[in-house]
């Protein structure tokens, strides 16, 4: 299998829940990105792991939480969410350098009710 | 100022239409340009990066202006399929420099 992939597609949780988006990437990429994006809202970078190392966490509510455990895999944790929360949320991976774009997985569409 | 400003459209244009899209940028340090096509309901895919002598992929010309800081990107020819949000992109400057930052997108729709 190549590229990124994330799932799930489509998650509905509640607002007491604990769930988890997974983002797999095969591309032998260094880096991988969380990026959250809200209807009329430009794609808002949430975290940022280099070489399974977190170099950014764009203030982000501690109610998501992410985990890095090798350069091929990222995890985003939920509790307690909001309904405001509900969003895609879009994992990315790319080598690690300005030059380099991004390849994005297909997106997990959040629903908190 | 907004770091990536688009005009968030929607341009509507007949098939076989020539269409532009401008974009700015506020910080002048930026170095990496690209453009994102984003369809409906599906995550963002690159679609060019944008060079500072200009760069074409048929029917898609990109041009970088450092000295106004703004991206174009002109589709020649529309075909039904190029209807989409056209994001422009541009790298972070500060921090890690990998960041991209991504504008609201302008969306394109072309009419039989």
């Known amino acids: 299998e190549t590229g990124v992939t994330q799932t799930p597609r489509h998650l509905v949780m509640g607002m007491t829940n604990k769930k988890s988006l997974k983002c797999e990437q095969h591309l032998g990429h260094n880096a991988m990105y969380w990026y959250k994006q809200s209807a009329k809202k430009p794609l808002e970078l949430m975290f940022v792991?280099?070489?399974?190392?977190?170099?950014e966490n764009n203030s982000v509510p501690s109610r998501f939480s992410p985990e890095c455990p090798n350069s091929s895999h990222l995890f985003l944790h939920l509790h307690t969410l909001q309904p405001e929360d509900s969003a895609l949320y879009l994992c990315?991976?790319?080598?690690?350098?300005?030059?380099?774009?991004?390849?994005f997985g297909s997106g997990t569409r959040l629903t908190v009710v | 100022r907004k770091e990536v400003e688009q005009d968030p459209g929607p341009f509507n244009v007949p098939e076989g239409a020539t269409v532009a899209f401008n974009c700015t940028y506020s910080?002048?340090?930026?170095?990496?340009f690209f453009w994102y096509r984003q369809d409906c309901r599906k995550e963002p895919k690159l679609l060019m990066s944008?060079?500072?002598s200009g760069n074409e992929d048929g029917r898609f010309t990109a041009q970088l202006n450092r000295a106004s800081q703004y991206i174009s990107l002109l589709i020649r020819d529309s075909k039904l399929s190029d209807s989409a949000t056209y994001l422009c992109v541009v790298n972070q400057v500060g921090g890690s420099q990998g960041n991209l930052i991504f504008g609201k997108g302008t969306k394109l729709s072309v009419k039989p």
């Open positions: 944008v060079y500072s």
């Open positions: 910080n002048s340090a930026s170095q990496s």
């Open positions: 990315a991976s790319s080598q690690q350098g300005p030059a380099y774009g991004y390849t």
């Open positions: 792991y280099n070489f399974k190392e977190q170099t």
